[in-house]
């Protein structure tokens, strides 16, 4: 149990190219009057969703703990990419490159980060600005709230699936979602939904709701977010216990949430091409665990795949 816990923090540990960023926004890299520029574009096209103060509303808080620690360790340029090619969410890839950077700058200054003598920009500055690590952990809880979290740890550690049937069910569709965009472009118009009536189609439900991109949004967040829960004692289809306690398991899981955050990381610039590139990673992180622990000689005319030999190196 508690070494579940202790790889899942090694998994949500910070991007090492990133720890690369010289500079933090506590070293003033924007000015004022950016700021309040930035201010004027957030009143018109971001408070309807972040709510007038950046404290959320429909959409989430643009300040504050919660915030810092979902950005924690990542450059103002992911979030001016975010914010360029993604928002206003009713009609993204309105805001010019410059309307996103000088939204930064006031999110950085509705965030308490002092304001300098320099402009925040491209050339400059906004690629070697990193986010802080983000807020101190919470004080222990206690009575009730410290009951709900062994609660809440107690279901997390009781598994109902098998190694197959979690990824059939979440990762198995979320990657082919993502391996689609090679030849279909997620920004290209959709014609008019159609209900399947013939048999169920489990992806009818998300074609007719969600745009493209969001799609692929969703694809590799679920990838990532689920891909820890490999490490949790389970079995196999065949009854054998996952490997959860050999390095090559946790290195092949690592690798697999490393390729959902690049393939997130290209998404964001809602361009085929980049996530169509970024396919090649994460279909390198899928094949080196199948290579060792799925794709098994031996099979029989009655099982040709050798499932009886899997989950074993």
Sequence with gaps: MFRFFAISALLFSVDPALA?????????????????AGQAI?????????????????????????????????????????????????APGKLTREQAVTLVAYVLQAGKFPAGKDALTDEASIKQVA???GAPAPAAATGSAAAAGSAAAALAMQP?????????????????????????????PKPPYKQDSGAFNWA????????????????????????????????CENGRAVPVERDDWVKFTREMVDAAREVLKAAQTRKQE????????????????????????????????????????
């Design 20 to 36: 690369a960023a010289q500079r933090a926004p506590a070293d003033g890299v924007y000015t004022a009057e950016q700021a309040t």
């Design 42 to 90: 957030y009143r018109a096209q971001c408070s309807g969703c972040h709510g007038p103060t950046l404290g959320g509303n429909a959409g989430p808080s643009l300040r504050g703990e919660n915030f810092l620690k979902n950005w924690a360790g990542k450059s103002l340029d992911e979030l001016a990419v975010k914010i360029q090619n993604t928002m206003p969410q009713n």
């Design 131 to 133: 986010f802080p690590g």
């Design 160 to 188: 109902m699936g098998n190694l197959a049937q979690i990824m059939r069910g979440i990762l198995f569709p979320s990657s082919n979602v993502i391996f689609s965009v090679q030849g279909q472009d997620p920004g290209a």
């Design 204 to 235: 009818d439900w998300g074609a007719g709701i969600y745009p493209g991109w969001e799609l692929v949004d969703y694809a590799a967040i679920s990838i990532a977010d689920v891909a820890p829960l490999l490490l949790l004692p389970r079995r």
């Design 274 to 313: 980049p996530v169509s590139d970024a396919t090649n990673v994460l279909a390198d992180a899928c094949l080196n665990c199948h290579v060792v622990y799925r794709d098994k000689e031996g099979g029989t005319a009655a099982d040709p795949s050798n499932k009886a030999a899997r989950c074993q190196p």
